[in-house]
């Protein structure tokens, strides 16, 4: 009879076990117990942020006469790509993605020409007024867009600026600059003086070692803005709706897809497939350079 | 049906312009140089070379269309009154001077239809405090989880950045849909636990939580990803010796972690508050049923011009608001010194 024993035993092992579990294997690792739980809280909020992503594939995939079954499949019955064919040719949104990219890349492009000059200037000159011009260029930051569209509205009414893409290229290119003089400023001020120093003694001009030395040393900074000011120019809604109005070939994309969603009668495929195809380019790029931009947030706006 | 005339015309409307503004840059930069390099020979005249053209820029887009502003915000411009105002609408074609009454207005009289300012700033307190608050505290409990040695990380930050990723005018239009009374998926969701369905786009109160829910889903992942790189700056060896003094997790949390943290999360703070306050596209997108109860004040003042078209009125409104938000800042920034650095 040694019942006892096993049972001591199996105890001991049981404790060990829970030992084993819930105390960390070595500092900086966590226990096998605290990790499932961490993997399960970020298993549960990732499902949260992608949840309406595989909803908006499974709609996407939907046949024109099943749009409205309240079922959960992420493969639909009867998949069919229709929606994407339909919105590819029969509707507008190839001209409409067209137009933003043209726009986008055209304002993106001089607000990035126009602040990385005038950051340079507020990084490595001092002048009378240049705390004053910061801040002036942080305030323009607390004005809701909406008070400023007022009056461009209206004094685009008044230069015959309305329906065209003139007014817009302009006023998303200069709204961009102060925050870009912001970033690109901070980024400057990390590179040291002395290599510029070392040029001008070697006989380069100011401008020149600006252009030869400071500028390729901050082509990672330039990057994160040129993209910054491109994703925010891409998803514009408000000031495109007012400028551009609602002459259906001009439309940005933003504007376009908004007109799948009717008052009353909504083509669901037809928005879901639209919106994939104008974010999955937009997302991948996001994804992949994410991490760069948020070193340029931090480096240049969120300098403690 | 890509019609290739008509992108010719948006080439060459966007390609004029950008080749006009350079040549406006050049002659510009040309005259600069003459004035300031050949006969001021001043010693700034490379960075005023350099500012110039922004200043004008900035010049142009905000301090005018601002100052325009405030003139219009005395007048009576609206779509029964549309007259350009000239000086205070003085020397318009017909007088349209009213002076502060829009002001006294914006406070006395109904800003939409029905709602006044008071219950409007009310509405946007508790949707900026609600909603900064989740994005504080879920950014902040997702980071830490992120920054713990684990596999998969890299796949758990790629879909839980997502929301920030997408494109917000697609998002929002497809949460929409999901809040459909019938075949949205919320209700389906809480259909399967017993709960719903509730209405909401028609029902205020739902209406308004429908908002708050959707833009804590967006906004989350901005707060996360700064916090994280906050997280990843702090180093380990603080936690190896909190450890070694007998500190427990919650202990180290609150004497290294968010002190450390604080230096990024005071300006995130600030700007995840004036991105909330001025979130327009989420009340305009989930809220389609005109709902009062769902509009805060920026929404409300684009209401107020584009839809009521009452220009002078909403032009009065624009600085009661651009008030409220300087009147923050000012005490935030003096409270946290979250600028602090920012000029040297």
Known sequence: ?304 | MFDWSQAGTALSDVGVTLVVLVAAVAILEGILYVVFVRWRKARLALPIMLITPAAIGLLALYVYPLLWELNVSFTKMNIRNFIFPGFLGLTAERNIFVGLQNYINVFTGPVLKQTGFFQLFAQTVIWTVTNVFFHVTLGIGLALMLNRRLRGRTAYRAMLILPWAIPATASLQIWRTEYNFEFGAVNQLLGLVGLGPYPWLSEPIWNFLAMIITNVWLGVPFMMVIVLGGLQSISHEYYEAAEIDGAGPVQSFRTITLPLLRPVLIPAILLGTFLTFNQILVPFFINQNELETSDILVTALFRAAFQYSRYGFAAAFAFVIFAILLVFTVFYVRWTKALKGAYE
């Open chain 1, 1 to 304: 009879m040694s019942a006892p024993v096993p049972t001591a035993t199996s105890a001991a092992s049981k404790r060990s076990l829970l030992r084993r579990l819930t105390v960390a294997p070595a500092r900086g690792q966590d226990a096998p117990v605290k990790r499932a739980l961490i993997h399960l809280g970020l298993l549960f909020a990732s499902l949260i942020a992608v949840f309406p992503v595989i909803r908006v594939f499974g709609t996407a995939l939907r046949p024109g006469n099943n749009l409205l079954d309240p079922n959960f499949s992420i493969i639909p019955q009867g998949a069919t790509l229709d929606a994407f064919g339909q919105v590819v040719f029969e509707s507008g949104l190839a001209q409409w993605l067209f137009n933003s990219l043209v726009i986008t890349l055209g304002t993106a492009a001089v607000g990035l020409v126009m602040s990385a000059t005038s950051a340079y200037a507020f990084s490595r000159f001092k002048f009378r007024g240049r705390g004053l011009s910061l801040t002036f260029l942080f305030a323009t930051q607390l004005i809701p867009g909406i008070m400023l569209l007022v009056p461009i509205y209206l004094l685009a009414v008044q230069l015959d600026l309305v329906s065209t893409y003139r007014g817009l290229v302009i006023a998303y290119s200069v709204t961009s600059i102060p925050f870009s003089i912001w970033i690109l400023k901070g980024y400057y001020d990390t590179v040291p003086i002395d290599l510029e120093e070392a040029a001008l003694i070697d006989g380069c001009s100011q401008l020149q070692a600006f252009w030869k030395i400071l500028l390729p040393l901050s082509l990672p900074a330039l990057a994160i803005v040129f993209l910054f000011n491109f994703l925010a120019a891409w998803g514009e809604y408000f000031t495109a709706s007012v400028l551009i109005g609602s002459k259906e070939e001009l439309l940005t994309w933003t504007l376009g897809v908004a007109r799948f969603q009717g008052q009353f009668q909504t083509q669901w495929n037809e928005l879901s497939a639209a919106s994939i195809i104008v974010s999955l380019p937009v997302v991948i790029l996001f994804v992949y350079t994410s991490r760069y931009l948020v070193s340029g947030l931090t480096l240049g706006g969120v300098k403690g």
